[in-house]
């Protein structure tokens, strides 16, 4: 599997950028998920995940711990290049996506609270000090 930056939605990031969307592509060209980081609101938040999908054909095959493992490595060169002294990367997940939450808790990070609508909670978000 490799990660790539789909070319037509700009140039490649410097390499202490967040960039995105990046792709995740199998030898044989089947794309097999998609992740996606910016800055994140705040200035204690570090980066954030703006999309992380897995087609549901390449699932727990580790397509998704790979490309968290990438999306931590980008956060942390790209706190590093700007000077912070902690990376931090957040991850928002909608509440029905069990597997995603599990994923997530497997690989260290800590629910956080969340947001919702009208008393009812939509999206929690976890994070994990890198």
Not at 31 to 54: F, M, N, Q
């Amino acid at each position: 599997m490799k990660l790539g930056l789909r070319a037509r939605w700009g140039s490649l990031p410097p390499p202490a950028g967040l960039g995105g969307p990046w792709v995740a592509v199998r030898g044989s060209g089947d794309v097999c998920g998609v992740l996606a980081l910016a800055p994140g609101a705040t200035a204690g938040e570090g980066a954030r995940v703006t999309r992380l999908s897995v087609s549901r054909w390449h699932r727990r095959r580790g397509v998704g711990r790979r490309l968290l493992a990438f999306a931590e490595a980008r956060a942390r060169a790209w706190a590093g290049g700007s000077g912070t002294p902690q990376a931090r990367l957040v991850v928002p997940v909608a509440v029905a996506a069990w597997g995603a939450a599990g994923l997530l808790e497997g690989c260290g990070y800590q629910a956080q609270g969340g947001w919702g609508c009208m008393g009812y909670a939509l999206v929690r978000e976890f994070s994990k000090d890198l």
